[in-house]
């Protein structure tokens, strides 16, 4: 079976489970999408590592990085290597990674809506295992094919053979597309392909359904007509999905027209959002902040972000532009003054006029869905004969589940519990990787040995299949049960058919 039969097949697979089923049909367009692109991970690791005629091992790879450097070395890294984690544009890059990527968790409405929507304790579990399980693709598929790209750049193979990729392809994203089709041919093209089509109609859906949300709930429940009913507020919803893809849409077209690339994004999102991740930290974290805190934090840091990043892209540039602007040193300054003045403002106006707020409003928003006038179990629907269904698994797993969620609204203690075990692992795991590991290979100058670069990539096999444990076999072990009963059930059903 060849690449494309592995692909196309597994989706195929599930798409006719779903159709026949009718059964967990998120659950398993989810597990697909992950199955298929830690497939896909795999594939392009083991060719660049293993199969590939061009590289096929570590040694071949470090040997042909090397001769990358004596060609086209680094500005910026010790003695221009590719091997090395001295590298001053890295430095800079990660500290905007960190300011931008704690914008988008904590104000992606997908996040909190997943995250408010679980059980604190299974909640807690799986952002910690999907954390550990998402750092396979950077740390796994992104170096690979990167690493892929410097090594080929002098194949005939290569899309740019025998010129060399400019900044703006880099910026574009380019490599990875660029190095993919110099191992693989078409064939790599068509995987890499796929695996952008699933991230990117992932996460749009994601982006659709939590702006949908806010728009109906948020706005047209909460502002514009509190007493609308079930209908009404479905057909908002769906009016607002349709709207925000628009809105996309056209935000998408005007980037491209004006010559926004995604390394340009990725630098200044940082300093768009970045003011506002400690005022949304803390409204669920220190219940001295106030309301007034909240927003002054936000919009303060959003303004000091924004001054920041031109006046510095001036000062270093004399001029502002597309280019000066997506520059390291103004994005860096812009990032790093919103999120701290961010914070700065919001700790100062909140202890200025303290009002602290009562954690008891948030655990009754929960209350009437789980006292005794809530919606009726699935078990006492059927009038006519109340018992039929009090045996299924299903309707056990609901009664399990909502014993389970009055318990958590009563005992604030496991949320408590559950908050420290998120502290402890967010704070362990970001010292470890943002800390402990890269910081003294920086500060040290240390080159990579042959003998390194193949325990690296060792390491980085081992992570990604970790990864694929979390991410495809841990969905299938904690589900069995629910597979055992299905099949029970169904052929519990035909022989009675019969």
């Known amino acids: 079976m060849n690449v494309y039969a592995a692909i196309f097949l597994i989706p195929l697979g599930v798409c006719v489970y779903v159709v026949l089923g009718g059964l967990r049909a998120t659950f398993l367009c989810d597990y697909s999408h ?29 040997n042909l990085l090397k001769e990358a450097a004596a060609k086209r070395p680094v500005s910026g890294n010790q003695d221009g290597s590719y091997v090395t984690m001295k590298s001053n544009f890295a430095l800079i890059f990660g500290i905007i990674q960190l300011c931008s990527g704690s914008g988008t968790v904590f104000l992606d409405q997908a996040y909190w809506q997943r995250a408010i929507a679980s059980r604190p304790t ?62 693989l041919g078409t064939g790599g093209a068509v995987a890499l392909l796929i695996v952008l089509f699933m991230a990117v109609t992932s996460c749009a859906s994601a982006e659709l359904i939590a702006v949908s949300s806010i728009l109906t709930f948020d706005i047209y429940k909460t502002y514009l007509k509190p007493t609308a009913t079930a209908d009404q507020l479905i057909f908002v919803a769906h009016i607002g999905i349709g709207v ?37 930290a803390f409204a669920i974290t220190w219940k001295g902040q106030t309301k007034a805190g909240a927003i002054s934090g936000a919009v303060v840091g959003l303004c000091a972000g924004l001054v920041a990043w031109l006046v510095t892209a001036h000062q270093y540039y004399g001029s502002l532009s597309v280019t000066t602007t997506g520059m390291e040193y103004p994005t860096l300054a812009g990032n790093l003054a919103a999120i701290m003045t961010g914070l700065i403002v919001t700790v100062c106006v909140s202890l200025a006029k303290p009002v602290p707020f009562d954690w008891d409003q948030t655990r009754l928003i929960n209350a009437p869905s789980i006292s005794a006038t809530a919606t009726p179990s699935v078990a006492s629907l059927d009038k006519e004969n109340p018992n ?10 609901e009664e399990k589940e909502m014993i389970e969620d009055e318990v958590a609204v009563e ?20 010292f470890v990787m943002d800390f402990l590991v890269p910081i003294p290979m920086f500060l040290s100058h240390y080159i990579f040995s042959q003998g390194f670069f193949v325990a690296w990539v060792v390491i980085t096999f081992c992570w990604v299949f970790c990864s694929t444990a979390i991410s495809v076999i841990l969905p299938i072990w904690e589900t069995a049960g629910f597979f055992r009963d299905l099949y029970r059930e169904v052929v519990k059903g035909e022989r009675a058919s019969r």
């Open 388 to 397: 039929k269904n009090s045996d299924l698994p299903t309707v056990r797993d």
């Open 34 to 62: 992950t199955l298929i692109l830690m497939v896909i991970i795999l594939y392009f690791m083991f060719s660049v590592y293993a199969t590939n005629s061009q590289i096929g091992s570590p040694s071949a790879m470090y």
């Open 122 to 183: 299974t909640a807690v579990r799986a952002y910690i295992l999907g954390g550990l399980a998402w750092y396979a693709i950077p740390f796994g598929f992104a170096t690979t094919l990167g690493l892929a790209a410097v090594a080929l750049t002098d194949s005939p193979s290569f899309p740019t053979y025998p010129n060399t990729m400019t900044q703006a392809q880099v910026s574009a994203g380019l490599s990875t597309p660029f190095a993919a089709t110099a191992l």
């Open 244 to 280: 925000w893809g628009f809105v996309m849409a056209i935000f998408a077209c005007i980037w491209n027209a004006i010559g926004i690339d995604l390394g340009w994004l990725f630098l200044v999102m940082g300093l768009l959002i970045g003011g506002a991740v400690f005022p949304a």
């Open 411 to 430: 005992e604030p203690s496991k949320l408590r519990r559950a908050f420290k075990v998120a502290c402890i692992a967010s704070f362990l795991l970001t």
